[in-house]
């Protein structure tokens, strides 16, 4: 390893594993229009937010099910089922990782992630003992794309935004980075990023 390589920071949910809510909620409800809409308008993405950034599980579902009590059962799947909104880790994306960490390159996450939720699922996904740290946001009480957590783990860990390049399938999560200075892999593949990190000088054998 030589001391101009950039550091990766990954992403985790869309980055190294896939996650959606839909994945459960097609298995509660009878048809695809019905489990979307509990989607947008009960357990939507704002609220999954805000268990990322650090609120209790148990009250936020029992706020929920207060508000909408005629779906306390698949609210209440949110939190006793989330397992199966994991659809599986993205293996091509473990696989650059693991040819990173092999090039003792260091490698980190910015997650935005339950605490709850990730002591829930170390065991789960072994890449996670892999990095050489991970910014949870549900640890820190902030989320991806506020500046404030990518500024915390600049700090945390000695780093320059210039010397890191970000990974991570959102947009808005992806703007704030380069707006910071990060250098930026909008992730859309594992064949995509692999290609792009390639690009910015990483040693990963290309792909075929």
């Not at 950034?53 to 006793?80: H, L, M, N, S």
């Not at 090039?103 to 992630?113: G, K």
């Not at 549900?138 to 780093?159: A, C, H, Q, S, T």
């Not at 890191?164 to 593949?189: E, R």
Request: proline share 5%; hydrophobic share 45%; glycine share 8%.
């Amino acid at each position: 390893m030589t001391d101009d390589l950039l550091v990766p920071v990954f992403d985790i949910g869309g980055v190294m594993f896939d996650w959606n809510p839909l994945y459960l909620y097609r298995k509660l409800f009878e048809t695809e229009e019905e489990a979307v809409w509990f989607c947008e308008n009960v357990c939507t993405p704002d609220w999954n937010i805000g268990l990322d950034a650090g609120a209790d599980y148990a009250k936020a579902v029992a706020r929920k099910c207060a508000e909408f009590p005629r779906y306390w059962r698949e609210i209440q799947a949110f939190d006793t089922r989330w397992g199966e909104m994991n659809g599986g880790i993205i293996e091509g994306t473990v696989a650059i990782h693991d040819e990173l960490v092999a090039a003792e390159l260091p490698t980190f996450a910015i997650t935005n992630f339950s605490w709850e939720k990730w002591v829930g699922s170390l065991g789960a996904f072994p890449f996670f003992e892999k990095f050489d740290g991970v910014v949870v946001s549900g640890l820190e009480g902030l989320v991806k794309p506020d500046p404030r957590i990518f500024n915390l783990f600049l700090n945390r860990y000695g780093l320059a935004a210039e010397s890191c390049v970000m990974i991570d399938d959102n947009a808005i999560n992806i703007a704030a980075a380069k707006a910071l200075g990060f250098k930026t892999v909008h992730f859309a593949s594992p064949a995509q990023c692999r290609a792009e990190l390639i690009a910015f000088g990483l040693p990963l054998k290309a792909k075929g």
